[in-house]
């Protein structure tokens, strides 16, 4: 039985590695590329089977039928995910990204959709898509389409399963909308570009003071990369500022960034649905996105005795959390 159901993009993931990203007009030389699976639902739902242990966790998505599909469908399934929620469009593509990253592990995507962007709600009435969302204990959405979105928030209020959102590329076109349907996830994940597109701001106190005057009752989650992350609550002012994994100490150097945020997502719900509180979670999900770093491939996530010495490790070592409320005050 999934303990977990994770809804979002499966893509195939074209690496192209570069000494720097190109300004507009320049050609720069590829040093190597990888072809990977990726996708934020994928990368979400194998971070997350790492932790929670194999067919604990299944996903909802689309794929085309080609090549691709059946490359990822295998993959996921070599990692314990449980794909039969899985539909397959004919007359589609499967997702595909093209990235480039730089010699400091930054990058730039861009997104074809293909097959996840016809994901719509008949999906959700198969038998086993129906089942997985009875029995689970949690649901992780990242980009399903907004209607789906929508829907599986519906489904999940029903039977007071929490939702953890990571709405990443929706956000762009559709902020008023996705306002309204934040609210009512229990974790809202955002990055510094995602949270300026939907709250005008990336700054700490600003974006709490923001989050507090659109009624935000839930609690949103700041993913700053190699600034650590933050967790938000706007109904009491309550900050809690996770560092960066501590790489240099550990012999560890950021290789590629890809992924880091679908990782944290991951990780972040299987502690969650393992009963672990939010200050936890938050915990673990940061160490394991550091680590995700250190590795070339978007599925770089440690298994959960790893990520838990890993994390020990760094607590020996001075890694500190703090927890306030806003404003914080000068020491």
Request: aromatic share 4%; with cysteine.
């Amino acid at each position: 039985m999934a303990s977990l159901v994770v809804c979002g993009a499966i893509n195939w993931d074209i690496s192209c590695f570069v000494e720097q990203l190109p300004v507009p007009g320049e050609e720069v030389i590829i040093k190597h590329i990888t072809r990977v699976s990726g996708g934020t639902g994928g990368n979400v739902a194998v971070a997350a089977a790492r932790i929670l242990g194999a067919k604990k966790v299944a996903l909802i998505g689309a794929l085309g039928k080609d090549d691709i599909a059946r490359q990822q469908i295998a993959a996921l399934e070599d990692e314990g995910v449980i794909t039969e929620g899985i539909g397959h469009i004919a007359g589609e593509e499967s997702g595909q990204a093209y990235i480039l990253v730089d010699k400091t592990g930054q990058n730039v995507i861009a997104s074809h959709l293909g097959a996840n962007a016809r994901l719509g709600l008949a999906h959700l009435n198969k038998a086993q898509v129906k089942q997985q969302l009875q029995e689970c204990r949690g649901i992780v959405l990242t980009d399903p389409p907004l209607e789906v979105a929508e829907e599986l928030i519906k489904l999940a209020k029903r039977r007071d399963v929490p939702v953890l959102w990571d709405p990443g590329i929706l956000i762009g076109p559709n902020p008023e909308a996705l306002q309204s349907l934040a609210k009512q996830a229990e974790v809202l994940f955002l990055n510094e570009t995602e949270a300026n597109a939907l709250l005008g701001t990336e700054e700490l106190n600003t974006s709490l003071q923001k989050l507090k005057e659109l009624r935000f009752g839930n609690h949103a989650v700041l993913k700053l990369g190699a600034q650590g992350a933050v967790m938000l609550e706007p109904a009491s002012g309550a900050v809690i500022e996770i560092p960066a994994l501590l790489l240099n100490k550990l012999g560890l150097n950021v290789v590629s960034t890809v992924g880091c945020g679908d990782v944290f997502a991951g990780v972040f719900a299987a502690y969650h649905v393992l009963g672990a509180d939010l200050r936890k979670s938050l915990i673990m999900a940061s160490a394991a996105a550091g680590l995700n770093a250190t590795k070339p491939e978007t599925r770089g996530s440690p298994d959960r005795a790893i990520l838990e010495a890993v994390e020990q490790q760094c607590h020996d070592l001075g890694f500190t959390v703090q927890e306030y409320r806003a404003p914080k005050t000068a020491e």
